[in-house]
């Protein structure tokens, strides 16, 4: 097919509206939680690697603590982390995907009930995920010897930390479980039943077919997240993570210290200890870990957009959005990311990474060569760095 060819393609209408069959709205929905199954296994990799450094670090903290109310704190943060990680590894074993050889209504069974586990458990999020170390951690805190200075703002970072994370929670549970969920029950009813499939989940399963279909025509160029985009706030969280532990040394090591000295001298004291050079030989160590994180996170990450002759390709290829379908774009602005609002007729919004994406210049080549001449999106070739 020569380049001609291509750009004609895009405009065809079979291929904007494609005809979907049953055959190509399961194998949709099978890359659909084929991907989330993948996801779900790296986020649990994740959080069990942090709930085994939860209990080495504050299991340390127990056998070190005199206050008793303090120690209580550190316990349960600790049973905690055993909890959770019991938790994520229960659910997953309770719902193992359908073996080979199974039926549809089998497969699209045991997709519906691992997709209903992990709504339950996000939706739960508050009760087995944030108050039980929540409260630990509380409990730690005012049982440590130290000044109401120090006490009032942890526990205001704590609660507004707790918070982001339950909305984070919920906003991915009603963005992405819910709609996947109400997906494989109607096509469920429909594999059944033989009723027809609602018309609102062919429509929403639609671009995966399109895309799908897509993929047999035209390879897109494709383009990760930058490794130095991620590094940068893997770095936040890794020097993040060394402040929180040091000033919970700290806290400790006053705490059995039970220094009798004004608030402000104790004030000062505290700072001047966490910034001591005992402490502060250990950014090393974590700067490197947030370094080898973000590289493993980036190695580990697939294609997070693709620019065809079609148009744009997202979420690891499942997602094509042909150019025509694109009537706005919209700049969103976090910190120093821009990403891109894809606006489509009927007001539905899709995000699309933009200047943290790596190899800039052929990103902005690659949208100059595919896009038709004065699409909203080349306004915002002028963003992409000159490298």
């Known amino acids: 097919m020569n380049d001609d060819e291509l750009k004609k393609l895009w405009q065809q209408q079979p291929l904007r509206n494609p005809d979907v069959s049953p055959a190509q709205l399961i194998s949709a929905l099978q890359n659909k939680t084929t991907r989330l199954r993948r996801d779900l296994r790296a986020r649990d990799v994740r959080e069990l690697v942090a709930c085994a450094f939860v ?47 199974a039926t549809i209504v089998e497969a699209l069974r045991a997709e519906l009930n691992s997709v209903r586990t992990q709504s ?41 930390t ?8 919920q906003w991915a549970r009603s963005k992405q479980l819910l709609p996947l969920e109400a997906q494989l029950e109607s096509l469920l009813h429909s594999a059944e039943t033989g009723e027809p499939l ?19 025509q035209v390879k897109p160029a494709e383009f990760k997240v930058a490794f130095w985009q ?27 210290l039970a220094h009798q000295t004004a608030e402000h001298s104790a004030f000062l004291d505290f700072v001047s ?12 160590p974590f700067f490197l870990a947030g370094l080898l994180y973000s590289w493993l996170l980036q190695r580990m990450t697939g294609q997070a957009v693709g620019i065809s002759t079609l148009g744009v390709h997202l979420h690891e290829g499942q997602n094509l959005i042909l150019w025509d379908e694109i009537k706005e774009v919209r700049s969103l602005r976090i910190l120093n990311i821009r990403s891109l609002w894809l606006i489509r007729e009927s007001g539905e919004k899709t995000i699309m990474p933009w200047t943290s994406l790596e190899r800039s210049c052929d990103l902005k080549a690659a949208v100059e060569g595919f896009a038709p001449a004065n699409h909203p999106l080349r306004k915002y070739l002028s963003l992409l760095r000159r490298t």
Not at 72 to 89: D, N, P, R
Not at 162 to 169: E, I, K
Not at 230 to 256: K, Q
């Open 273 to 284: 200890r966490i910034f001591s050079w005992q402490h502060l030989v250990w950014i090393g």
């Open 162 to 169: 707790y918070a982001f994370v339950y909305w984070l929670n």
């Open 120 to 160: 339950r458990l996000l939706e739960s999020v508050l009760w087995w995920y944030l108050l039980p170390p929540g409260i630990g951690l509380l409990v730690a805190t005012w049982g440590m010897r130290i000044n109401l200075h120090a006490k009032i703002p942890c526990t205001l970072v704590f609660i507004a």
């Open 198 to 216: 609602d018309e609102a989940h062919v429509a929403n399963l639609r671009p995966i077919v399109l895309s799908l279909t897509a993929a047999n």
């Open 230 to 256: 991620l590094a940068i706030y893997g770095e936040i969280g890794f020097i993040g993570l060394w402040f929180v532990l040091m000033c919970v040394l700290t806290a400790s090591d006053l705490n059995r």
């Open 55 to 101: 209990i080495i670090v504050f299991g340390y903290f127990f056998f070190n603590e005199r206050a008793p109310i303090a120690r209580l704190g550190w316990l349960i943060v600790v049973g905690s982390s055993i909890f959770i990680a019991w938790k994520l590894v229960h659910a997953r074993r309770t719902t193992p995907p359908a073996p080979p050889g």
